[in-house]
T-cell receptor
Framework: AQKITQTQPGMFVQEKEAVTLDCTYD???????LFWYKQPSSGEMIFLIY??????QNATEGRYSLNFQKARKSANLVISASQLGDSAMYFC??????????FGTGTRLQVFP | GAGVSQSPSNKVTEKGKDVELRCDPI?????LYWYRQSLGQGLEFLIY????????KSGLPSDRFSAERTGGSVSTLTIQRTQQEDSAVYLC?????????FGPGTRLTVL
């Protein structure tokens, strides 16, 4: 069974607009962490944001915020004020005890002027 | 060093040869992960090490793949009798508590 599901293979957004990338997860463990990574065409994996399962507030990092809905088991990434440089693949990942880190299949975001 | 390093950055080999890929994690990071990423695909989990615990090898695709981590630091991923379908980017990552930091990857091409 898929542990991490990203249902949007591709997304388009106009520059300066906000975009939400979906991620749902499946775990029975109460303690877990959720990550989002950006992978530009250069191939490097860039850490964006982290949300712990016990965190009370949604994580935010600059223009990135994580819309964490625990009961729905979703951890959507919201990018505000999109920039052309945001065009990349975005991966959602979950780490559950003891420490295994599993990735979704990714969403390709394209920002157009 | 400041980040995770991997070597070589590129490796071209002939089908049937063995290859070794190296990962130097961030000093002090107890967890080390290996992933494989085929062209245009997601990250496929291969193996991970956590401290002195037995590694989780559940993602290794066949017995031609093996990995070790010496002294809780450097890790080597070995692929024996390489096949063309092994061609991919092999990514290593390390972690202490929360942050998981990736290396630049090794691009393996099997001819």
């Amino acid at each position: 069974a898929q542990k991490i599901t990203q249902t949007q293979p591709g997304m388009f957004v106009q520059e300066k607009e906000a975009v939400t990338l979906d991620c749902t997860y499946d775990t029975s463990d109460p303690s877990y962490g959720l990550f989002w990574y950006k992978q530009p065409s250069s191939g490097e994996m860039i850490f964006l944001i982290y949300q712990g399962s016990y965190d009370q507030q949604n994580a935010t990092e600059g223009r990135y915020s994580l819309n964490f809905q625990k009961a729905r088991k979703s951890a959507n990434l919201v990018i505000s004020a999109s920039q052309l440089g945001d065009s990349a693949m975005y991966f959602c990942a979950m780490r559950e005890p003891p420490d295994k880190l599993i990735f979704g299949t990714g969403t390709r975001l394209q920002v157009f002027p | 060093g400041a980040g995770v390093s991997q070597s070589p950055s590129n490796k071209v080999t002939e089908k049937g040869k063995d290859v070794e890929l190296r990962c130097d994690p961030i000093s002090g990071h107890t967890a080390l992960y290996w992933y494989r990423q085929s062209l245009g695909q997601g990250l496929e989990f291969l193996i991970y090490f956590q401290g002195n615990s037995a590694p989780d090898k559940s993602g290794l695709p066949s017995d031609r793949f093996s990995a070790e981590r010496t002294g809780g630091s450097v890790s080597t991923l070995t692929i024996q009798r390489t096949q063309q379908e092994d061609s991919a980017v092999y990514l290593c990552a390390s972690s202490l508590i929360m942050g998981v930091v990736f290396g630049p990857g090794t691009r393996l091409t099997v001819l």
